[in-house]
């Protein structure tokens, strides 16, 4: 791997750089973004070179999407008659199912491997990059089938993915799709639905709040711009996530007055601890 | 005020003594407590002697009861003999409408000022009090009427409350269980059963979250024992909050193709933003 095409340079293609740098990549990085965008993460050390979609990708050996999903999605449009043979074409996008798709109807010379880091932070953008933000971190793989992450840039691909620190996971996109909607999308609603109702309810109380409440509402923070095509593209899972979730909800405020409660708070502070671990 | 009792030594009557002592409070502070957390609390400053309840109270011109709930209930039947003339009998119970009408029931000679400060840590006991505990905190007051605000022992217990940094908020029981069921308990209980719900439907599958349910699920860690009375004494109040929390996911649920959660979106991000302000 000589050659990187990083398309969308923000948080997550911004750090792809620089932790490729960091863990010794030597080749070049060519990024593909906005103006503005190209502007920082040149700044950053996170690309070497700025580029066109139709300049960068036919010299690069691993094409990084890190776009929107939308954006991803579209540029897989446009990818095939770019692509050099033998060069790998993944994401990081962060549903699975409706990018793989794209990726099976739009592209029929170029190989692909959809990816999702599970890294983030609370702000966006190339002046968040962070060369550290995979370490310790699991980055889901949905290879077609597992014979194709045999292929050598495959190979090669999962080896930079250890090399930055992350843990190579690898899932159907169903699978991964299925997972994320209870561990990170009914997170956020959870979190925006508390934060609405409380606006509604309570908004001219907030005096009277523990501090509990800000942890919990820290999700809501993120802009909607960020979740419109997860929710768009993970929308049956979320469906089923939601419903799981009334549910739970539902048991707690009919078991109020019992002792049924205490096992729901023992189940749930055992995975609260899990996660700290 | 020179003499304080403070019943139930932990995270809040020991910041509560340490607090007085640190805005200048030169009189005497009698603990009333379990002898382990006595002696941590003595060890800390929080207090200067421990005693039992029949000893402790009848010197004192504030009773400060910082037990659990259920617990505050129980002193309070044995407090009316106990009481000096023109003493102060006040709580720092996580809901108020039990509290005040077991006050009520009990109480026929001594006053009593029914309290709660809006302060908390994750860590509970007297190891953890903190004399800048209720610094910047609202300290919600729940009187009978406002009438009893303007007593002697009630003006002087409400210039300590200034002294320790906290800000005084009337109430009444009534209206501070109905805000503190959507600002805290249904913060405790959208955490505790989105933690329960990820336990049962991706348990297995943990490392693909990302860094955001780790703070969605920080409250899930509360341990039941603090919970259980402020469920059974406000389950009418928290069965509302759950029931408007259930309608704004199932909204979210009905839309999230529609540009209608963008709305929901925005309203979460301002009120998570007011309260980081």
């Known amino acids: 791997m ?11 293609g911004g750090s792809f750089g620089l932790a490729l740098k960091k863990a010794g990549f030597s080749g070049k990085i060519f990024g593909v973004s906005s103006q503005e965008t190209l502007r920082v993460a040149l700044e950053r050390g996170a690309i070497d070179e700025t580029a066109t979609l139709a300049n960068a990708v036919p010299k690069a050996d691993l094409v990084y999407l890190a776009q ?12 095939d008659p770019l692509v050099r043979p033998g060069a790998l074409i993944t994401d990081a996008g962060s549903t699975k199912a409706a990018i793989v798709s794209a990726a099976g109807k739009f592209l029929h010379l170029a190989a692909f ?15 968040q990059a962070d060369g550290d933000l995979f370490e310790g971190r699991a980055y889901v793989l949905t290879p077609e089938d597992t014979a194709s992450l045999e292929s050598h840039p495959a190979r090669n691909f999962v080896d930079w993915i250890r090399k930055i620190g992350a843990r190579p996971v690898v899932l159907t996109p169903e699978e991964h799709d299925r997972v994320v909607a209870f561990t990170s999308h009914l997170a956020q609603l959870a979190s925006t639905a508390l934060a609405a109702t409380v606006a509604e309810q309570a908004g001219d109380r907030l005096e009277v709040a523990g501090p509990g409440l800000a942890d919990t509402t820290r999700l809501a923070l993120s802009p909607y711009e960020l979740w419109r095509d997860i929710l768009a593209t993970n929308a049956n899972a979320i469906e089923l996530a939601l419903t799981a979730y009334i549910n739970k909800l539902e048991h707690l405020r009919a078991n109020l007055r019992t002792r049924e409660v205490q096992g729901e708070f023992e189940i749930a502070a055992a995975l609260a601890a899990t996660l700290r671990k």
Chains 1, 2 share one sequence.
Not at 4 to 10: D, P, R, Y
Request: no cysteine; proline share 5%.
């Open 2 to 12: 000589e050659t990187v095409a990083i398309v969308g340079v923000g948080l997550i």
């Open 68 to 79: 929107p999903i939308g954006r991803i999605i579209d540029t897989l449009r446009h990818l």
């Open 113 to 127: 491997l959809g990816g999702h880091p599970m890294a983030g932070k609370e702000r966006r953008g190339a002046a």
